[in-house]
Structure formats: structure tokens, C-alpha cells
């Protein structure tokens, strides 16, 4: 029997268009640009042994919580995700927190990205201000999405494909001048708190995949195809970042892929500052390589604003939010008032320029969301014996409560160290309770009066 902290659903439904192929490149999407920057910052943070720990940790986190996620996936296949499971087991109040979590993730993710793209951009046209072109592209995907969700999936396919061949020919191109004495340079400068710190790093190179979830509303045969779309998506993922990894680090050091100079700041740009010590910055294959790469970039930019989107709308359709935002489009049947939305407050993040707090701030999101989503699933099993489960977790209990130790080890270890970050993103989640619980639940709670 359902929770009666269930959400009762309205009149706003998404409609069923997604196979397990758009599932797939949508995983790999919402994922792939942190195999092209970001997660170098965590070089300069812990070296490449405190890094290369701290994403072993990672990795075992995303297996054991992946495929616990899918469970939940598959059992409540609704566009809010992590909000609709954790209120349906644990009440309104956690399943805001959780879903509040979320969309922080998923609306902060993004304008890091942008920021990348930009600089991409910048390369080949210098008089265009980074932030012009962000924006642009903000504007340009945000519109796509509102076009279509298969038309956006359809394009998320094609990019994240021609995003994942070119990951394959730079490790083509970089792994015959692996040197093993590169890896090991300088390789554990900071010891275990190099680790710790480069945690958030870590947790780039996976962030946003479970927003497979968050599309479960819109996929054909939901229990079967979301379990292909996300094991699949995490098998490529994890193959890639160790590609990814292994190749820019062996050609010269993390020190070369971290700093274009001695003195300067971290570089947003890890893959054509490895290739720039093997063909110089003039080769052929180093301008077809960062043409391509910036086809990484963009499916995640995409993908993310996709599954943002799905994320806001839930809360408008729910009514935590101003209702306008879970309204659905009347000619093309996706959510334009929070895909909107979204964007405003995405480009409100991206002129701050801070691209490594900013994906700090979406990391705390996640993880969040992981010890919320892994708590919800062993509540369940308990209170919901009987609940649809087409896909069950293997190893039940083990990997559920594997993955929310790591959650809150991590959750522990980035707030430490990142302080006034976490004071941010603890603040926000905070305020927005404050107005949930003051404002929204006693409208709510005034409404079923006046229903009674």
C-alpha cells in the first residue's frame, strides 16, 4: 500500500517517447563533459594518486548507487526522481529537502559548463567574450529543449556519440607517449587530505548520471529500458574516465594539464593541453580533436538542462513551486516554464565566474541526493514489501548501504574543506525549507480544510 505522504498526481503527463538507445545518450551525456575539464582541478587538489583514490572511491559509489537508484527508478518512474521516492517513503518535509537537492545539482551544473563552452569558443573566435557565448548557448539548447524531448534526445544521441569517438581517438593519440614516470611524479604532493579534497573532482567525472531517472516519466517500457539505459551508461562512463585519466596524465605529468605556465592559474582545458605536448598547438589533429571535444561539452550542457527541466517541473506540478512552472507546453508538450526558469538562474551563476565553487555547489547537491535516495530504498524494502519492483538492487542490503556510507564520508569530507561553499549551499537548502514549511505546507494544509 502507498505511503500517504504520496504526491497525488495532476493533469500534466509527459508523454512515452524514449528507447533504451536515447537512454543510453542521455546517460553518457549528462556525463561526458567531466571527462573533458573540471576534473583536473582535483589533480591540483590531491595529485594523481590522491585523485586517482579518491575516484576509485567514486567509482565504487556510483556502482553500488546506480544500480540502487534504478530500483527506485523503475518502481516510481516519475520525472521528479529522488523527490517523488523520498516523499513517498519519507514525508513531504525529507522528500523536499531531497528534491530541493536536486534541482541545486541540476541548475548548478550547468553554468559550469557554459563557462566551459566559452572558452572553447574563445579559441577559435577571440573577440567573442566567453560570457557572450555561454549565454548564447544557454539560450540556443534551453530553446531545443523546449522544442522537443525527442528531438533533444535524438540530438543528445548523435553529439554524445561523436563526444565519445573522440575521447577514443585522444587516448589513441596520447597512449603510445604514456610514460610511467609521469604518473608517479609528485604523484601524492598533499598525502590523505589530497584525497578528501579532491573528492568533488571525483564526483564531476560521474555527476548528473542518475538524471536517466528523471526521464523515466518519458521512456517506453520504464522497468526494462531505464535499467539498460543506466548500466549501460555507467559501463561506458567508467571505461572512458579511466581512458581519460590514464592518457592525459601519462604524457607529461598532472602538473601539464593542470597549468598552461608556471604561475598560472588551473586550466579549464586538461585534454588539449596534453595533446599541445604532442603535437603542438598548430597540428591538424589538435584543432579536429578540440572541434570535436567541444561536442562533450555540449551534451552534457544539453542533457542537464533536459533533466533539470524535469526536476523543476515536478515541483511545479506538485505546487512546492509557483504552479506555472509544472504546467507543460500546449503545442510541444515539454516543460517551458521551468526549462525557463532554469536558464535565468543558470546564467545568474555564470556571471559570477566562479567555475570551480560552482561545481563544488552541484557536487553537494548530488551526494545529497545520494544518502536521501539510498535511505529511501532501504525504507521502502521495509515499509513497502509489496511495492512493483521490476528491477531489484543486486546484493540487497550491501549496496545501498555501501553507497550511502561513501555519500556521507564524502558529504563530510567536502564540507570540511570547502567551507564557505558549504555554507552556500547548506543556506540555500535551509531558506528554502524555511519558506516550504511556513509558507507552501500551511497553503496546503489551509486548502484540504477548505476541500473538507
Known amino acids: 500500500m502507498a505511503s500517504s505522504s504520496q504526491q497525488p498526481s ?3 503527463h509527459l508523454p512515452r517517447t524514449l528507447g533504451p538507445l536515447m537512454l543510453w545518450g542521455l546517460g553518457v551525456g ?10 583536473n582541478l582535483g589533480l591540483a587538489a590531491g595529485g594523481t594518486y590522491g585523485l586517482a583514490l ?13 544500480f540502487s537508484y534504478t530500483e527506485l527508478a523503475c518502481a516510481i518512474p516519475k520525472a521528479g526522481g529522488v523527490f517523488d521516492y523520498a516523499t513517498r517513503a519519507l514525508g513531504k518535509d525529507a522528500g523536499f529537502i531531497a528534491g530541493m537537492a536536486q534541482i541545486i545539482e541540476f541548475v548548478f551544473a550547468p553554468p559550469a559548463i557554459a563557462a566551459a563552452i566559452g572558452a ?9 567574450p566567453v560570457t557572450v557565448i555561454a549565454i548564447t548557448a544557454y539560450v540556443i539548447f534551453t530553446g531545443l529543449n523546449i522544442y522537443g524531448v525527442k528531438a533533444a534526445a535524438t540530438f543528445e544521441l548523435v553529439i554524445t556519440i561523436l563526444a565519445v569517438v573522440e575521447l577514443l581517438i585522444f587516448a589513441g593519440a596520447t597512449l603510445p607517449h604514456f610514460e610511467l614516470k609521469n604518473i608517479q611524479h609528485n604523484a601524492f604532493p598533499f598525502g590523505w587530505k589530497g584525497v578528501w579534497a579532491a573528492i568533488p573532482f571525483a564526483i564531476w567525472f560521474f555527476l548528473a548520471i542518475e538524471g536517466v531517472a528523471n526521464v523515466a516519466e518519458e521512456a517506453i517500457n520504464p522497468q526494462r529500458n531505464v535499467l539498460l539505459g543506466f548500466g549501460s551508461a555507467l559501463l561506458t562512463l567508467i571505461v572512458l574516465c579511466i581512458l581519460t585519466f590514464l592518457s592525459s596524465v601519462g604524457v607529461a605529468g598532472w602538473e601539464a594539464i593542470v597549468y598552461p605556465s608556471p604561475g598560472a592559474p588551473p586550466s579549464d582545458s586538461p585534454l588539449p593541453l596534453a595533446l599541445e605536448k604532442i603535437t603542438g598547438s598548430s597540428g591538424w589533429l589538435y584543432h579536429l580533436l578540440i572541434t570535436i571535444g567541444l561536442m562533450g ?6 542533457g542537464i538542462i533536459l533533466a533539470a527541466g524535469r526536476a523543476t517541473f515536478e515541483f511545479g506540478r506538485v505546487k512546492y513551486i509557483p504552479q506555472a512552472f509544472g504546467s507543460i507546453h500546449s503545442k510541444f508538450k515539454t516543460p517551458a516554464n521551468a526549462l525557463l526558469i532554469n536558464m535565468v538562474i543558470g546564467i545568474i551563476a555564470l556571471l559570477t565566474g ?5 561545481i563544488t555547489v552541484a557536487c553537494f547537491g548530488a551526494i545529497t541526493l545520494y544518502v536521501f535516495s539510498m535511505i529511501t530504498i532501504l525504507v521502502l524494502r521495509k515499509r513497502e514489501p509489496g511495492l512493483n519492483r521490476p528491477f531489484r538492487v543486486p546484493f540487497y542490503p550491501y549496496f545501498p548501504v555501501i553507497a550511502l556510507i561513501i555519500a556521507i564520508i564524502s558529504l563530510i569530507a567536502m564540507t570540511t574543506l570547502n567551507i564557505a561553499v558549504a555554507l552556500v549551499y547548506f543556506g540555500i537548502l535551509l531558506i528554502s525549507y524555511i519558506w516550504f514549511h ?3 505546507k500551511q497553503s496546503m494544509h489551509g486548502a484540504e480544510i477548505n476541500s473538507n
Do not use: D
Open 297 to 302: 561539452l555540449v551534451a552534457s550542457f544539453h
Open 354 to 358: 566562479k567555475t570551480g565553487q560552482i
Open 54 to 66: 579518491a575516484t576509485l572511491l567514486i567509482i565504487v559509489l556510483y556502482i553500488t548507487f546506480t
Open 30 to 39: 549528462y556525463v561526458i563533459s567531466g571527462m573533458y575539464f573540471g576534473w
Open 120 to 128: 572553447y569558443f574563445h579559441i577559435f573566435f577571440p573577440q567573442v
Open 438 to 440: 511556513f509558507f507552501v
Open 10 to 12: 495532476t493533469g500534466a
